[in-house]
């Protein structure tokens, strides 16, 4: 069995879990070198059906591509697989259930993939793979751990309220050459 029939597995059991849920569960290559993780959809990717293609995901490619990246040359992911949303319909931060929840399918789907490099965008994507600390404790940080090689930045939706963590944003994925 090849990798997209293995993620294909992974997928039917989520939608099974979530049938009345808008699901989104990745984009770019399963044999890329480099996986991103962020936290979870909005609702730009809950249309698209794709992780990071809304303002926070432009901004992001614009940022691989500024250093010599496509966005097909990674493997792109979330730990929540639908979007969480409050009583308004507007996004929210997942809980800690919600990332639990959803603990496995990411373990199974890095195994799969088997990156050189994971490329934790957030906070929460950092807690999801039971990373602990603050953002401004590990930012830029390469992390060991299990085995695998972590690379820890800002969400790009954080660089679009604090435009000043531009800079430390663009050198962290800067690294990702040097790392795989």
């Known amino acids: 069995m090849d990798k997209n029939q293995k993620l294909e597995l992974i997928w039917s ?10 699901l989104v569960f990745n984009d770019g290559d399963p044999d890329s070198q480099v996986m ?4 979870a959809p909005g609702q730009d990717e809950e249309r698209q059906g794709k992780p990071f293609v809304g303002r926070a995901g432009k901004l992001m490619t614009g940022t691989l591509e500024a250093l010599g990246w496509k966005r097909s040359d ?3 992911s979330n730990i929540v697989k639908y979007r ?4 308004l319909g507007k996004n929210r931060t997942p809980t800690d259930d919600e990332i639990g929840k959803f603990r496995p399918a990411i373990e199974k789907e890095i195994a799969v993939v088997d ?17 602990s600390g603050s953002m401004g404790e590990n930012r830029g940080r390469i992390i060991e751990k299990d085995g695998r090689k972590f690379l820890i930045t800002y ?3 954080a660089i679009l ?15 990702i050459r040097e790392l795989v």
């Open 13 to 22: 059991a989520i939608r099974k879990a979530y049938p009345k849920r808008k």
């Open 115 to 131: 990156p050189k490099l994971i490329v934790l965008v957030g906070r929460v994507a950092m807690a999801g793979m039971g990373l």
């Open 84 to 87: 969480p949303s409050d009583e």
């Open 36 to 39: 991103i993780i962020g936290e």
């Open 155 to 157: 969400h790009p939706a």
């Open 161 to 175: 309220r604090n435009i000043n963590w531009e800079p430390q944003f663009r050198e962290d994925l800067g690294k």
């Open 74 to 76: 990674f493997y792109i």
